[in-house]
């Protein structure tokens, strides 16, 4: 939504003073749908060969997931310590073996499925039992997964901004694009030398309308795309890290009312909840 509103503003601010101050819109409008297809298609010609396949679907996906909201909210990150404090109180009263049927099938663990927001996201279920698994086995030692979880974590970053990289490499072209539309447009006006001054006024704004499009939509579109995409890579990397600091906690002794409050506290300070909405949750459920 905000993203939409934020667009509108934009287009309303730009087109409004320029037509409040005398600009004559028809020569922007009657340039636009030219100058466009030059401009995007030279920039999703560029944008396939500059991308692996992958990354091209990811872009595609994480363009989706911009006129969403987010999914990392206060209230799914209570449900994900709740799990983790079930699992943990679990392990620590009837010991690890206790959850190994939860942790080989979490589709159909009461524990998983008690907390379906997260239960049911591939990801976080996969990271968890992942390493609830190498607990289990007893054969690494707190270090040892902490910097297992810290690569994965970083592959995970990596892979997420791709994307991201993809976009603001696309908004740092568009602008180039836009130059070559115009001059496409200088050429075209050179071989109509001897047209009316009129005439030739036209179509040399017309041919600056590629400049301007080439910018607007870099700084315009592009790049607020990219910087958004990129905080939501942010997002789900917290996620991961409260995961992270919630196990190793557990594995260093700490109880699992100690070992949640750990993962509460790597949270942004504004989806983190409170120590009393926390301990209220995790009683209620």
């Known amino acids: 939504m905000f993203v939409i509103i934020g667009w509108a503003v934009s287009m309303a601010c730009i087109f409004g003073v320029f037509i409040a101050h005398g600009g004559n819109i028809g020569v922007v409008l009657h340039a636009l749908p030219f100058e466009m297809i030059t401009i995007f298609g030279a920039a999703l010609g560029a944008f396939l060969a500059n991308n692996q396949m992958k990354v091209v679907k990811a872009t595609a996906a994480g363009l989706g997931q911009c006129f969403k909201g987010s999914k990392y909210s206060k209230a799914r990150y209570m449900e994900l310590l709740a799990l983790m404090y079930d699992i943990l109180q679990k392990a620590r009263k009837e010991g690890l073996m206790s959850i190994e049927k939860d942790v080989e099938d979490p589709h159909s663990s009461p524990l998983f ?5 997260v239960g049911n996201d591939h990801h976080v279920t996969e990271f968890i039992t992942d390493y ?9 030692n707190a270090h040892e997964i902490e910097s297992l979880m810290d690569s994965e974590i970083e592959t995970h970053h990596q892979e997420e901004h791709a994307a991201v990289a993809a976009l603001q490499r696309l908004a740092g072209g568009l602008p180039a694009f836009g130059i070559v539309a115009a001059v496409l447009g ?6 109509s030398v001897g047209q009316p001054p009129a005439v030739l006024g036209g179509m040399i704004g017309s041919a600056l309308v590629g400049t301007f499009l080439g910018i607007l939509l870099a700084y315009g579109f592009a790049e607020p795309l ?6 939501k890579v942010e997002d789900a990397g917290k996620e991961f890290q409260c995961i992270k600091t919630t196990l190793l906690a557990s594995m260093q002794g700490y109880a699992p009312q100690v070992a949640i409050e750990f993962g509460r506290k790597v949270l942004f300070s504004g989806d983190r909840p ?3 909405e926390l301990e209220s949750h995790v009683k209620k459920k």
Do not use: D, I, P, W
Not at 186 to 191: A, D, E, K, L, S
């Open 132 to 140: 609830l698994r190498m607990m289990v086995s007893g054969n690494l």
């Open 186 to 191: 200088v050429v075209n006006t050179m071989g």
């Open 226 to 231: 990219a910087g958004l995409l990129e905080q």
């Open 274 to 276: 409170t120590f009393v």
């Open 113 to 117: 499925q008690k907390y379906a927001t």
